[in-house]
């Protein structure tokens, strides 16, 4: 059965950089969803037009609120107006929650590492606000990979890690000095903590996640074990 579309209204909008915005609204009669999942957004025009994009969610569900993550994209059709330019109080059309592949549910106890390519973070941060809510005693990992320091998603609230928190972050294009892009170094000791069933996320473009694919089937090559589930979620 197909999902129905609901109306969604703007109630908040914060900025996490200079291009980044979390938006938040609320779609009276929503279904809930699980951490890593998102919703297509629909956008109408006055001529009848219609714009259809896939924005995941940033949170996990609270009643009829939810929080997309939103990155402005030059010459985008649609992300510049929802970033910047969709008033408080105006209203689109939501349909989801899709994707059932790429979650975390808080039964789930098996250590865990994300992998996270600039916007990438939000439905992982999905999984690490979720994984605060339930008091999860599993180890969770995430390595994020972001150009320059300034471009870092929810700053403020992933500086606070917690006792079973990892968080790793890589700077590939400025400082601090000699970053590079991300590499099989950055991820063999989150690897190594691994168990055999625990599920590895890995989200960004479609080159970063096939260069950390890649990467990670080599490592667990190299110690000697099967792959863990890879999961993967790409944009662009």
Known sequence: MALAWLPARLVGRRAQSATARTLVFTVPGRPGHLPGQHVDVRLTADDGYQAV????????????????????????E?????ADHLPPGEEVEVRGPLGNWFVWRPE???PVLSVAGGSGVVPLMSMIRAHRSAGSRGLLQLVYSVRDPKDVWYREELADGG???????????RTPPGASRITA?????PTA???????????GSTGFVE??????VELFAGQGEEPATIRTERFG
């Not at 940033?58 to 030059?74: E, I, N, S, T, Y």
């Not at 649609?78 to 929802?82: A, K």
């Not at 006792?163 to 294009?173: C, N, Q, S, V």
Request: glycine content about 4%.
């Open 53 to 76: 994009r896939s924005y995941s969610l940033a949170a996990p569900a609270d009643d009829d609120r939810l929080k997309l993550g939103v990155q402005a994209v030059a010459d985008g």
């Open 78 to 82: 649609v992300s510049p107006y929802l």
């Open 108 to 110: 789930q106890t098996e």
């Open 163 to 173: 006792p079973f928190l990892d968080i790793r972050f890589i700077h590939t294009r």
């Open 185 to 189: 170094a950055d991820l063999r000791e």
């Open 193 to 203: 903590r691994l168990d055999p069933v625990s599920p590895v996320y890995v989200c």
């Open 211 to 216: 260069t950390v694919g890649d990467l990670l």
